[in-house]
């Protein structure tokens, strides 16, 4: 196996789809500890007013926290780890559904095996894709698919377009102004 000089990694390796891997990997780790963390914080909470309530030898009507509190407890913790886990996670779905279902022939792709490909032909469920010098080709089920990298690249180029299209516009108009600054100085001797 062959080696960088410098980084003395493997030469195989794809660094933007290990990079991307472990951040999403480590974005999941950290969702789960938050869900774990108020999961363990809602035990704790619900066995402190159990405890507080068996021994404070008031009667049931007379506990401050009670069965509503515990209740609006409840839902405020299912609201928070929905905002937070649950619809973050549908809104990263539904994008990928629509990108995996945008596919045509001709598009450059990245699998969530990490094969890169050219899209040669698209069916309802399935695409087959090229890949390497050889023209290997391998058919693959729209699910696998995990970035578009044409689509991509064309957003990138869009976005640097209009980036440059500002920077003229700025330009424009501090240049008219500059001049209309020096006319008007022309014009007062």
């Known amino acids: 196996m062959r080696y ?3 980084k003395r990694e493997p030469l195989w390796q794809n660094h933007t789809a290990t990079e991307k891997g472990l951040l999403n990997m480590s974005k999941n780790f950290a969702r789960l500890g938050l869900a774990a963390s108020t999961a363990a914080l809602t035990g704790a909470v619900c066995s402190v007013t159990a405890f507080a309530e068996s021994g404070s030898g008031k ?5 401050g926290f009670g069965t509503v509190g515990y209740l609006i ?4 913790l299912f609201a928070v780890m929905y905002f937070i886990l649950i619809r ?3 809104k990263k779905d539904k994008e990928a559904k629509a990108m995996q ?4 022939v001709g598009d450059e792709i990245v699998t969530i ?3 890169v490909g050219l899209v040669v032909q698209v069916n309802e469920d399935n695409i087959v894709i090229e890949t390497t010098g050889n023209r ?3 058919r693959l089920k729209n699910w696998a698919v995990q970035e578009n990298l044409t689509m991509t690249e064309n957003a990138k180029r869009k976005q640097e377009a209009q980036i440059a299209a500002a920077k003229e516009k700025r330009a424009g108009k501090k240049k008219k102004k500059d001049s209309d600054d020096s006319d008007q100085g022309m014009l007062k001797d």
């Open 4 to 6: 960088y000089a410098e």
């Open 59 to 63: 009667s049931a009507s007379g506990s």
């Open 73 to 76: 407890f409840m839902v405020l």
């Open 88 to 90: 973050p996670q549908k």
């Open 101 to 104: 279902s945008s596919l045509q």
């Open 113 to 115: 095996g990490g094969i």
């Open 136 to 138: 290997n080709k391998i």
